[in-house]
């Protein structure tokens, strides 16, 4: 069955992918028709007044989606833990924030402009979604003449979708479904280009490294996607 199963849910994500990209080549063709009539409709709506975002390289504080940061330094209210992965950016942590478990991603000292652009993307506005994971804080700091470059994320113990497949034994069709439609709405909030009030805008944002390696399992049949080192604004 799990034989059966797994290439199955390949392919589902394959298809869907195709239909998504389909979608989104016929949404930037219509976007330059009813912009015009939607920036009217804007104007109509209360503008919601917006802490300013303050960002110190030498420390930052927490956030989500579009993050308001403040000057202190995140580290100090880690509690680290073990490790939980490696990847070709750095480590994954489990540790403790301010009395929730959380996932910490450090980076290697090579791979400061990955963990800037992986920042900006976690800070951009109105990216908070149910199939996005949850950006909780960054930070840069100096430790044994080290610099050390942190994100902050929830943390979910199932892993990625990688490992729940490879441990799953008894994944079924219902399941299988369940988990490629929620990546998929993850990866179309990502692509989709979203107004809100005011100036505020979501740009359309490519991921470039889509793999079940860089989806997470939140809990059994929901995704959501994560890793945007490489990331782009479109």
Same mark, same amino acid.
């Given at each position: 069955m799990f034989h059966v199963v797994v290439p199955f849910v390949i392919a589902?994500? =394959?298809?869907? $992918?195709? #239909?998504?990209?389909c979608i989104l080549k016929k949404r930037r063709s219509d976007f330059k028709k009813w912009l015009p009539l939607a920036k009217k409709k804007q104007e109509l709506l209360p503008t919601p007044e917006l802490d300013p975002m303050m960002y110190d390289d030498s420390g930052s504080g927490s956030g989500s989606g579009n993050a308001t940061m403040v000057q202190r330094t995140v580290a100090n209210d880690l509690i680290i833990e073990k490790i939980i992965g &490696?990847?070709? /950016?750095?480590?994954?942590?489990? =540790?403790r924030f301010r009395g929730s478990l959380?996932? *910490? +991603?450090?980076f290697y000292t090579t791979e400061e402009d990955s963990w800037k652009n992986e920042?900006?993307? /976690?800070?951009?506005? @109105?990216l908070n979604?149910?199939?996005?994971?949850?950006? *909780?804080?960054? !930070?840069?700091?100096? @430790?044994?003449?080290?610099?050390? @470059? %942190?994100?902050?994320? !929830?943390?979910h113990p199932l892993g990625s979708l990688y490992d /729940?497949?490879? &441990?799953?034994?008894?994944?079924?069709?219902?399941?299988?479904?369940?988990?490629?439609?929620?990546?998929?709405?993850? %990866?179309?909030?990502?692509? #989709?280009s979203v107004l809100g009030?005011?100036?505020?805008? &979501?740009?359309? %944002?490519?991921?470039? !490294?889509? +793999?079940? +390696?860089? %989806?997470?399992? +939140?809990?059994?049949? *929901?995704?959501? $996607?994560? !890793?945007f080192g490489l990331a782009v604004r479109l």
């Open positions: 589902l994500f =394959a298809i869907a $992918i195709a #239909a998504t990209w &490696k990847g070709r /950016y750095g480590e994954v942590r489990i =540790a959380v996932a *910490v +991603k450090t920042r900006e993307i /976690y800070e951009t506005q @109105m979604h149910e199939n996005i994971l949850q950006f *909780v804080a960054a !930070d840069i700091f100096s @430790m044994d003449s080290l610099t050390q @470059m %942190i994100l902050v994320t !929830d943390y /729940y497949l490879q &441990k799953e034994q008894a994944l079924t069709t219902q399941e299988a479904l369940q988990l490629a439609y929620s990546s998929i709405c993850g %990866i179309e909030h990502l692509h #989709a009030t005011g100036s505020r805008r &979501k740009p359309q %944002i490519a991921h470039r !490294d889509i +793999k079940s +390696k860089n %989806i997470i399992v +939140k809990r059994p049949g *929901v995704c959501c $996607i994560a !890793d």
